[in-house]
């Protein structure tokens, strides 16, 4: 998935199968962004307007629920 935010809107994502990394960035200007790498069973939660990004780290296919609101 490319680089994007939900604006307003707060994001949970749920890792159903494969491996994902989570990548975020702390701010405008930083370089290097945050990655957090979740397994299926694992959730992460994204805040409202943080650009973000989800990336399959496994060798095979990821599939992954995410719910905004």
Do not use: D, K
């Not at 159903?16 to 930083?30: D, I, M, N, Q, T």
């Not at 990655?35 to 650009?51: C, P």
């Amino acid at each position: 998935m490319a680089w994007h935010s939900t604006r307003e809107r707060e994001e949970l994502l749920v890792c159903l199968a494969g491996c994902a990394v989570l990548e975020w960035r702390r701010g405008p200007g930083a370089a290097t962004p945050v990655r957090v790498r979740l397994r299926a069973g694992q959730t992460a939660f994204v805040g409202a307007g943080i650009r973000h990004r989800v990336v399959n780290a496994g060798a095979g296919p990821l599939r992954y629920l995410y719910v905004t609101g």
